[in-house]
């Protein structure tokens, strides 16, 4: 998204990796079936997090907040603060519905797993298998300085979508702005933040729909060659469109409604929000200073306007109660109760290393890492860690190892104007040291 003088939303703010990295040292250290045994409620059990909670809500810097925490395939404890909104008299809770933008691309990552465990797609598979145009691909000479460019000698694959390692755009973000500014102007700008005239907030040009969507970015140079460096970039948003074609869905949104969540109970996730759940629609800020000011509120949210397509990277708004469900299949092997959603096996390798072999990290906010598909993984002290955050706030990890999961909801921007990133882990680490950490 845009820079902007006072309201930058910069996506390299999205995850900070060194405090995941805290978190998984102190996690490292703790007798694993102990956390796994320890029930009780959540306010009790999760102090630090209580505490954090308090503290934001409680010095007005969010309207609400509720943090979902969960053990193994035990129920979820909820801490909820606040209310959906300054100005709304509901109070925020596990059902709420937040705009999760860049925490959709873990559910797009592991839709693709899904379609290479049926052999459907392949994890080398070339993109042009399926969309022919990206047969021809061409990479910037230079791309911080313009838009010529020579072929690629390479092509994109499944592999280089899922771990940001296609060489692809994204429009207003990084340091590539010629390529940026290019993706903006053909309507490449998949994400949606308000429908407030507020400059840099969308593209000038309308978004197409899925088919145009792809003819257009396979004609914009790529800003690396594919395969080689990681670049943050609109890469789950041509997968989503990918995982449809290979599928033969009639849409990615009805795919991931067929696979994830009909089947996983995820009753309050949407690309768009239907009118009988606008209730439960937080409100979404602006963080100017420490004056948050309305940029999206639920009487008169983009979210209530259908896109031209389900957005992969960045579309899905969802409630803390409905993404646990989705960490928990994770955390648990792939089942959901006794209904098998996913191979374990499958879980496994779309949350371990999916980057090609050489690919540079050097520079990135994620070096300290690894990635999986669609989101970071952990290696070391920190294996088995997965998942991603968004441009509003809300944060989703789990780890399949210690079996934990662990969500932050939500909704200002710029997402690093606050620390929550840093300090939300941190939080969780500290209450299971103190021996608390227990699960509802």
Not at 73 to 95: L, T, V
Not at 103 to 125: C, F, R, S, Y
Not at 155 to 171: D, K, M, P, Q, S
Not at 221 to 246: C, N
């Amino acid at each position: 998204m845009h820079d902007l003088d006072h309201l930058a939303l910069s996506r390299r703010g999205l995850l900070r990796g060194g405090a995941w990295l805290g978190a998984g040292a102190a996690l490292s250290s703790l007798p694993f079936a102990q956390a796994l045994a320890q029930t009780a409620s959540a306010d009790a059990n999760w102090p630090t997090v209580a505490a954090m909670l308090d503290k934001y809500v409680g010095q007005r810097k969010v309207s609400g907040m509720v943090a979902a925490l969960g053990w193994g395939n035990a129920a979820p404890g909820f801490i909820s603060r606040g209310k959906e909104g300054f100005d709304d008299p509901d109070a925020i809770a596990a059902q709420s519905l937040f705009r999760a933008y860049s925490q959709t691309k873990p559910v797009t990552g592991m839709a693709a797993m899904l379609l290479i465990e049926e052999g459907k797609l392949k994890l080398d598979q070339p993109i042009a298998d399926f969309a022919p145009e990206f047969s021809r691909m061409k990479v910037a000479i230079d791309p911080d300085q313009g838009l010529d460019a020579r072929p690629t000698d390479t092509l994109i694959t499944v592999r280089h979508l899922l771990t940001h390692t296609a060489g692809l755009g994204y429009a207003g973000v990084g340091k590539n702005k010629p390529i940026a500014r290019e993706l903006e102007r053909l309507g490449l700008f998949p994400a949606i933040v308000t429908s407030l005239p507020i400059p840099g907030m969308s593209s000038p040009t309308p978004v197409p729909g899925p088919d145009e969507f792809l003819k257009r970015t396979a004609a914009v140079p790529l800003v690396a060659e594919p395969g080689k460096v990681w670049r943050y970039s609109m890469s789950l948003d041509v997968l989503g469109i990918i995982i449809q074609r290979a599928a033969g869905a009639k849409s990615f949104e009805h795919f991931l409604q067929e696979r994830f969540f009909g089947p996983l109970g995820m009753t309050s996730t949407y690309f768009h929000v239907p009118g009988d759940a606008t209730a439960r629609l937080t409100t979404n800020y602006g963080l100017m200073g420490d004056v948050p000011l309305p940029i999206d509120g639920p009487r008169n949210s983009v979210y209530l306007r259908p896109t031209p397509f389900a957005y992969g990277g960045s579309g899905m708004v969802t409630s803390p109660a409905d993404f646990d469900k989705f960490l928990a299949m994770l955390v648990n092997g792939g089942m959901h109760g006794t209904t098998r959603i996913m191979k374990e096996e499958t879980v496994r390798q779309g949350t371990s290393n999916l980057l090609p072999v050489g690919a540079d990290l050097s520079g990135t906010w994620v070096a300290p890492y690894q990635f999986g598909a669609g989101g970071l993984v952990g290696t070391g002290i920190n294996e088995g860690l997965y998942g991603w955050s968004g441009a509003a706030g809300t944060i989703g990890m789990c780890n399949t190892r210690l079996k934990l999961r662990t969500g932050l909801y939500v909704q200002y921007m710029p997402s690093e104007t606050l620390p929550l990133i840093t300090e939300f882990p941190r939080a969780v680490a500290a209450d299971i040291i103190a021996g608390k950490g227990r699960a509802s």
